[in-house]
């Protein structure tokens, strides 16, 4: 079945250093989703992605689907502290149906 | 608006026992999901229901998973016997699916924790 990697699984910085976590498929994808998951939490939706090359923005948090559109990339400018989370990228599979991405892990140190 | 509803939060259960897990989804999503968590790795889709029907159980272990959406709304998630390998955070997701907008988002209940002793 499709498979969705991310890496790198773990990242630890500094708070107020940068942050970016890529999300890489064997496949083409129709489009791509992002979402956090806080210690102990359940996730959260942050963006979905469906255009080849598409950059948005929230805050200090930039997405990017490559033009080929077979990965993704999310770099998080000026860590906080409450950045701390694991992140993971989904993509669509047939109707309605997501697949998950194994997930990098990030701990900021204050 | 009520987020997604899952219960118990914790289950603490013996190998070979059975637990279920329920699920209401947000009012009005005709899609719902059941996802296992394993610690430290990312969802793993179990059983996605449109409406009352199902569109894909391929990852479901059906020698002792069920599920069932009888109704289209609320479901529930059972395991009869349970393995150790089950201990895992079952994560119930809903979506307008077909019944509505969709944005790519899932939106997520707190899950049930379960271990199996």
């Known amino acids: 079945g499709q498979q969705v990697m991310q890496i790198p699984q773990y990242q630890h910085v500094q708070e107020g250093e940068d942050f970016t976590t890529y999300c890489n498929s064997s496949?083409?994808?129709?489009?791509i989703q992002w979402y956090k998951q806080r210690p102990g939490g359940h996730p959260v939706f942050l963006i979905q992605?469906?255009?080849?090359?598409e950059v948005k923005k929230q805050k200090r948090l930039t997405f990017q689907f490559g033009e080929a559109k077979k990965n993704s990339s999310l770099h998080i400018t000026a860590t906080q502290t409450t950045d701390v989370g694991t992140y993971f990228c989904s993509c669509s599979r047939g109707t309605y149906k997501y697949i998950f991405g194994t997930g990098t892990r990030l701990k900021v140190l204050a | 608006e009520a987020g997604v509803a899952q219960s118990p939060r914790y289950k603490i259960i013996e190998k070979r026992q059975s637990v279920a897990f329920w699920c209401n989804p947000i009012?009005?999503?005709?899609?719902l999901y059941w996802y296992q968590q394993i610690l430290g790795q990312g969802p793993k889709l179990l059983i996605q229901?449109?409406?009352?029907?199902?569109?894909?159980d391929s990852q479901l272990p059906k020698d002792r998973f069920s599920a069932e959406r009888l109704k289209g709304v609320d479901s529930t998630l059972k395991i009869q016997p349970a393995k150790l390998e089950d201990s895992a955070v079952y994560l119930c997701?809903?979506?307008?699916?077909?019944?509505?907008?969709?944005?790519?988002?899932?939106?997520f209940g707190e899950g049930s924790r379960l271990t199996v002793l």
């Open positions: 992605l469906v255009k080849s090359g």
């Open positions: 229901f449109q409406n009352n029907g199902v569109v894909d």
């Open positions: 009012s009005g999503h005709a899609t």
């Open positions: 997701a809903s979506s307008p699916g077909l019944a509505g907008v969709n944005t790519g988002e899932l939106f």
């Open positions: 496949t083409t994808l129709s489009n």
